[in-house]
């Protein structure tokens, strides 16, 4: 929480009348739970006898002490962004900050605005006690308010702000005090962060929002500098000016003294110049440089080395410049990302609000239509006067009914509509870093630090990880986590709100946890050797060389174990892990080449095939010879390596352009800015794939030309095609020889078996003529048996 009393009017009196009527004037309201914004009348609290009379009963009793002349005392109490009070605890913070200041049972008006990001209370008091008549003349109420403000986030569990008191552990008790221990280590700080003095303003801008102010710039790196100049033997006011124009600032004379101001941003606030350094006042500066006088033109012919930018992060001074600097710039891109989205929504609010007019008076017209047919019907129906009467009242009873309905609906609608309002920076900022934005996560992780809850979390977290298994690096820079992304189909991540940090999961699992320096792996993902792996890939891209972190021996092994079996291209900054992760690589390879030569077999002998049959032996004898022309093969592969490329950046162009906006979710303006960003979606796609188009056909005729890398590509497709064409030609030349060879086989067996079928007819022949003659002579021998004289008659008979 912070405390702060505004400034007062320049007449140096001011009206409790027009405060009160600012502070309860009628207002935006966020709901604390739903977050519906609507428009009604403030939450207030006063002691006076009411609201109405408040200030007519303070300006009353302020006059009983003609005395004070401005007897208005003013407090903002704000909570940071995120936080909603109650009505009963900003009016119990109210109270307690009376009470600090010295005007506890004093006259008040306490009024809670919800209508910004960081909600806050109003608080109007009568600095005239309403009993004594005496006035109250806060001295330090800034210190005092700031304890009172420990105190209350205490009391009420909110966020710690920034300030001179803090709240200290002592005794297992929380406690509120000085921020500093003493004036010495106090004086020691300001050397350290070469602070001399920061405007409250730039305070609670650094405070707000986790950046630099001018302040805290110009009291840096400027400011010795400028007093390097000043020292330095004849020093003038040209080379005063080169000294600052170094890091990009100016000085111009402002009322009775001078003012240091951005060169890159003239919209800042300039400083003073004593608040730069002492010796920069304007009479020391006269004294010892002379009277003023202006940069000349030719000392401005080099640009600054560095110039002030309000998105750099107030951390560390010791960190390098450079990437203080890359996330200045990040951020500032951030915050132009911002405002174009803001400024898009309010383009769109007011097409909106024409567009949702205009429908509802086409609504109420239709209506009035209706009703005037109705009693048009009614007139020429021809019914008597007084059924007339009866049917024109009930129309009007109809009509009145819906028109109550259809204004119900119109206010509904329009409630709806005001409610409508775009996201805070914050909001946005961190929707951003759930979607990956590295700058987004950077500017996430920038408010936790800020906070000193959540940097006492994020100190925690970074202790315990330190403690832990982790994988980092040796250098001492203090790195973002990087951008995520889905290293496999297998891993998610998330961010967290509050920190920044990524969670890496694996198979929705705890995996690890960027956060930042390190990837800090717990007691399970710690032996789970997938969640290694995938911590190895993304700290080797981050990190380059990886350093392994652990408490014992264990995870080291596992880790280099994990390397070696998964063949990971990594590398250990450890000398001896690392000769270690080279010793197994080269024991794994001797052991793979020596299982394959003792897997080896010798040449098996060729097995038999069956016959082919009759459709196949056609088909091998009628099947061209293949053939293989250089010139489609390369023109083939080619084509292969460019639908590939062709793929891969759509791919990339895909990620650039996001989802396409649905017109019809959300709002009335959500809807018109999701319709232009719809239409400005197809614009960049056609753009895209005309783009995409082009690329692709640079690549193909870069694929086709006389690139060493193309002709070396062309060649090793050549090599591969002729290494197969060589595969299916000798498959094909087997298949013609096997269905030959099978063919001449058969008609030689078909010859066989016809030799062989005639010789044994022959053979039959010769057999049946041998029994015949057999059979001739045993008849012929019975014959002389029976007729020994008639020889000659039985041989005729024959």
């Known amino acids: 929480m912070l405390a702060k009393v505004p400034g007062k009017r320049g007449d140096g009196r001011s009206s409790f009348s027009s405060l009160a009527k600012y502070i309860g004037n009628e207002r935006d309201h966020i709901e604390p739970v739903t977050g519906e914004v609507t428009r009604r009348d403030v939450s207030m609290e006063t002691n006076c006898v009411s609201l109405d009379t408040a200030w007519s009963e303070m300006w009353a009793v302020s006059g009983q002490n003609p005395r004070v002349k401005d007897p208005v005392y003013h407090v903002v109490l704000a909570w940071q962004p995120g936080e909603v009070p109650t009505d009963k605890q900003a009016f119990e913070a109210a109270r307690a900050a009376m009470k600090a200041v010295g005007m506890e049972g004093h006259q008040y008006v306490a009024a809670m605005h919800r209508d910004r990001e960081h909600h806050h209370v109003h608080l109007m008091v009568n600095r005239v006690d309403p009993e004594t008549y005496r006035a109250v003349y806060p001295d330090r109420d800034y210190f005092k308010l700031d304890q009172c403000m420990r105190e209350v986030e205490l009391a009420q569990e909110w966020r710690h702000s920034v300030g001179p008191y803090a709240v200290h552990e002592r005794d297992r008790k929380k406690v509120v005090d000085w921020a500093k221990s003493s004036a010495q280590e106090w004086r020691q700080e300001k050397v350290d962060r070469r602070v001399e003095k920061t405007p409250t303003k730039a305070r609670q801008m650094e405070a707000m929002t986790g950046n630099e102010s001018l302040a805290t710039y110009a009291q840096g790196e400027p400011k010795k500098a400028a007093l390097h100049a000043l020292k330095a033997p004849g020093a003038d006011w040209q080379r005063f000016h080169a000294s600052l124009a170094e890091h990009g600032l100016g000085i111009q004379p402002k009322g009775q003294g001078f003012a240091i101001h951005s060169l890159g941003d003239p919209q800042q606030t300039p400083i003073k110049a004593s608040t730069m350094a ?12 002379g009277p003023f006088q202006e940069r000349a033109p030719e000392r401005v012919a080099n640009p600054p080395k560095i110039t002030y930018n309000e998105n750099r992060p107030k951390r560390d001074l010791a960190q390098r410049e450079d990437l203080r600097e890359q996330r200045a710039q990040e951020r500032l891109d951030l915050r132009d990302r911002y405002r174009s989205y803001a400024a898009e929504w309010r383009e769109a609010k007011s097409p909106a609000r024409v567009a949702m007019y205009e429908q509802q008076r086409a609504e109420r017209a239709e209506l009035i239509d209706r009703h005037r047919s109705t009693r048009d019907i009614v007139r020429r129906s021809g019914l008597p006067s007084v059924e007339k009467k009866a049917l024109y009242s009930v129309a009007a009873l109809n009509a009145a009914s819906e028109r109550e309905a259809l204004n119900d609906a119109i206010k509904m609608q329009r409630e709806a509509f005001r409610s409508e309002r775009p996201n805070s920076y914050r909001d946005w900022t961190v929707g951003r870093a759930q979607e990956g934005d590295r700058a987004a996560i950077s500017q996430v992780r920038g408010w936790a630090y800020t906070d000193k809850r959540d940097a006492n979390l994020m100190r925690r977290e970074e202790a315990a990880g330190k403690r832990g298994p982790h994988l980092g690096t040796e250098s001492s820079q203090d790195l973002d986590p990087a951008k995520p992304r889905r290293i496999t189909e297998r891993v998610s991540w998330s961010v967290d709100r509050k920190t920044g940090a990524v969670d890496y999961q694996v198979d929705r699992k705890a995996a690890f946890r960027d ?12 032996r789970n050797h997938d969640a290694i792996e995938m911590g190895l890939r993304l700290a080797s891209e981050k990190f380059g060389k990886i350093k392994v972190y652990g408490n014992d021996d264990a995870f080291a092994d596992v880790t280099l174990m994990v390397a070696v079996e998964r063949d990971l291209d990594v590398r250990f900054s450890d000398p001896k892990l690392e000769s270690r992760r080279q010793e197994m690589v080269q024991a794994k390879r001797d052991q793979l080449y020596a299982q394959e030569r003792a897997t080896a077999s010798p040449r098996k002998p060729e097995v038999a095939l069956p016959p082919m049959t009759a459709a196949q032996r056609e088909a091998a004898l009628k099947a061209p010879e293949p053939t293989i022309n250089r010139e489609l093969v390369e023109a083939a592969a080619v084509e292969r390596v460019v639908a590939a490329y062709r793929t891969q950046q759509e791919q990339v162009r895909q990620e650039q352009l996001g989802p396409r906006p649905d017109p019809e979710v959300g709002g009335f303006i959500e809807k018109m800015r999701a319709r232009k960003a719809a239409d400005k979606w197809d614009l960049n796609h056609v753009a895209h794939q005309e783009q995409l188009s082009m690329q692709v056909d640079g690549y193909r005729e870069k ?24 595969v299916i030609h000798a498959e094909w030349r087997s298949n013609q020889v096997r269905a030959t ?32 003659v057999v059979v001739q002579g045993n008849l012929s021998d019975t014959q002389r048996k029976k007729n020994p004289g008639d020889a000659s008659a039985f041989d005729i008979d024959l």
Do not use: C, Y
């Open 515 to 526: 956060q930042g320096p390190r990837l800090a792996f717990n007691g399970d993902s710690a």
């Open 278 to 289: 002492q010796e920069l006042g304007a009479g020391k500066l006269q004294k010892q440089l």
């Open 741 to 772: 060879s099978e063919i001449a086989g058969d008609a030689a067996a078909e010859r066989a078996a016809r030799v062989a079928k005639i010789k044994g007819l022959e053979s039959t022949r010769t057999q049946q003529e041998a029994e015949r």
């Open 703 to 726: 694929m086709r030309g006389d690139d060493p890398k193309a002709v070396a590509f062309r060649e090793d497709a050549w090599t591969k095609a002729k290494s197969a064409h060589a």
